[in-house]
């Protein structure tokens, strides 16, 4: 059976109160400096992994802005590590930018080895400047890098940049949500990156040109093809519920989403 994990970027704008006026970076900003003091850190942590699990999620994609390398330091990360126990969350995957430079890819890969995470589901300018080092680094720390879809406009182009693939190391993460974007059917994208895939997320929007993400069924992504196409090629893996709104709590949609693809894999 697939894990079904809630991820944390999907509140990005929660320390904002849902008003993010200034797109994600905003909300990103707004995150690191929530959770960066280590004097109310455990009890901000503690108080977003409750949330969670009152929504009756039993995993996590734990968003690298709410752990980050530029500030977390060994009591952070020691403190999250026993939250996250606390709570029995399996951190399905770090999910973010892992840094564009080889010691912020380093930090990241520590940071996910102390947390029990043994996939990086998001991107690294690193991957493209030095590919030695970086597969280098997933070895030593025994994590997978899954590459994740944003800009590119097909699976070609996520395989074109993540060169050849490596079993156990380094594949594609599919974001459901950034294919729609870029118009481009993502049932038939999980298909075709099938015998690469380390991680889904799984997210609907409203348009193709933009990424305005929204309830399952409410968009143009064709989400219960996506999970039945999962199920029909045998997918293993973890699916993250994906919604990320900037102007109001996406907590409603995700419960109704994790009953959705429950019913849909059952």
């Known amino acids: 059976m697939n894990t079904i994990s809630f991820n944390t970027a999907n509140y990005v ?12 970076g905003q909300g990103d900003k707004a995150a690191n400096e929530h959770f960066r003091p280590i004097e109310t850190f455990g009890e901000r942590f503690d108080e977003m992994l409750g949330r969670i699990q009152s929504l009756g999620f039993e995993a996590i994609d734990l968003w690298l802005s709410q752990v980050n390398y530029p500030w977390a330091t060994p009591d952070h990360i020691a403190i999250a590590k026993d939250l996250l126990a ?5 951190v399905v995957s770090l999910v973010g930018w892992f840094g564009s430079t080889p010691d912020e890819f380093a ?11 043994p996939i990086l589901g998001g991107s690294t300018s690193v ?6 080092f970086v597969v280098g680094a997933l070895r030593d720390y025994g994590l997978v890098l899954g ?29 459901t949500g950034w294919f729609g974007t870029q118009g481009y059917d993502a049932a038939k994208a999980l298909e075709e990156l099938f015998p690469v895939l380390v991680n889904v997320h799984l997210k609907d929007v409203l348009a ?15 989400i219960e093809d996506c999970v039945r196409t999962l199920k029909r090629l045998g997918y293993q893996g973890a699916i993250s519920i ?17 009953r959705l693809v429950q019913g849909w894999l059952a």
């Open 86 to 90: 606390k709570y029995r969350f399996p």
């Open 147 to 175: 590459v994740e879809n944003h800009p590119e406009k097909t699976p070609q182009e996520l395989l074109d940049r993540i060169g050849d693939p490596i079993a156990g190391t380094l594949g594609a993460c599919v974001d």
């Open 242 to 258: 994906e919604h990320e709104p900037e102007h109001y709590n996406p907590e409603a949609d995700c419960v109704e989403g994790l």
């Open 208 to 222: 193709v040109g933009a990424h305005d993400t929204c309830s399952y069924g409410k968009g143009i992504v064709p």
């Open 13 to 24: 704008a929660r320390q904002l109160d849902y008003h993010m006026t200034r797109g994600w």
């Open 107 to 117: 930090a990241t890969c520590k940071i996910a080895t102390a947390l029990g995470c």
């Open 127 to 132: 991957l493209q400047k030095d590919r030695d």
